[in-house]
């Protein structure tokens, strides 16, 4: 940790120290300002100075055993307050809360992850900040945005608004660079696709920024051609189910029960472009349900309201949604919901009438036949489809 108290009971903290101070600092005590405890200065020529407990802390949320990336991203982040003269508080213990953010910027409370945090403890602290006011704010270290995919760390930092889609906040201390990676998705194999954008630490004012987040407009658009994407979904089945991928057969028994075979369903089931990272298990219990829903009324005319109400009832039934601490439930299954409705247009499943009303065509027959080298060669769908931040909806 980068504060600590002195034998009188003042706040010292240890940035910007100029060797006078460090040295003066050498012949004093100090003591932990959360449990009380002595602390020891460490202030040699290689690790960023900084106080260490000498036994553990007592305070469950301790900031002790920082790496040296946790400690220089938190001097960064006081030298970026301090080149725009913004208020702000090292590691202040929030007693209320029984938590202590490595940066608190007026209510936006800055917590540097740099290694793997239990979900249940990260789950806790966001809540708590939110209970009480505050804004969590995660910034990932590079241990989790060096992966290629969406780790269930991730998820738990992950934040949504309709500008940005999902995103969360990264920096790189090698680079001196705060990072923003919004509008991301993740297909049916587990890749994530993701727009970036990088700020040199002091390029703009940081409370700003963190202020406005849910209104930065970065216009990013991703194309996908569709019949590669199917190709590249089905291919995948076909290879896990041969296997007898235990998470793919769980898909295939879901195809069971509505008399279908995962590998001869309509091209929609395997357009997974965007949301995968959304579901708990698999996303074919609700595709199959809800085409089973469609198939009741073909032909007739059908409400928005009335394929979302389906939906929700059945998300909240089966909990097939995925918590995410920091958004609201809702929030994501309207926008899960909405991107199946989209889906549904593209696969002329669903044509539109007046306002949100939608005629169902549903096709009769199944779709594809097993061991076709390409079941989507011939199809007469759209070539590219396109999704964008912000979000249509
Ligand atoms: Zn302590």
Request: charge should be neutral; glycine fraction near 4%; aromatic fraction near 14%.
């Amino acid at each position: 940790m980068l504060t600590a108290k002195n034998k009188q009971g003042d706040l010292v903290q240890l940035v910007h120290c100029s060797d006078e101070e460090m040295e003066m600092h050498r012949e004093q005590q100090f003591f932990c300002p959360v449990c009380g405890q002595e602390v020891q200065l460490k202030a040699g020529h290689i690790r960023i100075p900084h106080f260490a407990h000498r036994s553990l802390c007592s305070f469950a949320g301790s900031v002790d055993n920082e790496s040296e990336e946790h400690l220089a991203l938190k001097e960064m982040f006081i030298d970026w307050c301090e080149s725009y003269k913004i208020s702000y508080q090292v590691e202040a213990y929030l007693p209320d809360l029984k938590q202590r953010p490595d940066l608190l910027i007026g209510n936006i409370a800055i917590e540097v992850q740099c290694s793997s945090l239990g979900l249940g403890k990260i789950m806790k602290r966001t809540r708590t900040y939110l209970a009480n006011g505050y804004i969590p704010l995660w910034i990932c270290g590079e241990h989790f945005w060096h992966k290629q995919e969406m780790g269930e760390n991730i998820k738990a930092f992950t934040l949504f608004s309709k500008t940005l889609g999902f995103y969360f906040w990264a920096a790189d201390w090698r680079q001196k660079t705060l990072m923003l990676y919004y509008h991301l998705e993740e297909n049916l194999k587990g890749q994530v696709y993701y727009g970036r954008k990088v700020w040199p630490f002091c390029s703009i004012p940081l409370n700003q920024l963190f202020h406005n987040q849910h209104e930065l407009k970065l216009h990013h658009t991703r194309s996908y051609d569709l019949k590669t994407e199917l190709l590249n979904s089905y291919r995948y089945l076909a290879k896990k189910l041969l296997i007898k991928d235990k998470k793919v057969l769980s898909f295939q028994e879901c195809c069971y029960k509505n008399h279908q075979h995962l590998l001869q369903l309509h091209p929609w089931f395997y357009y997974e472009v965007s949301q995968r990272f959304v579901y708990t298990h698999s996303s074919f219990y609700l595709l199959c349900s809800l085409w089973q829903f469609l198939k009741e009324q073909q032909g007739e005319r059908i409400q928005f309201e009335v394929i979302s109400q389906f939906c929700q009832q059945l998300i909240i039934r089966e909990k097939l949604l995925y918590t995410f601490p920091a958004i609201s439930a809702d929030c994501i299954a309207c926008w899960l919901i909405n991107q199946l409705v989209e889906s549904l247009i593209v696969f002329r499943i669903l044509a539109r009438r007046a306002g949100e009303t939608f005629v169902i065509k549903l096709p009769d027959d199944q779709f594809a036949s097993l061991n076709q080298s390409n079941p989507f060669k011939s199809l007469d769908f759209p070539q590219a489809i396109i999704t964008s931040t912000p979000l249509k909806i």
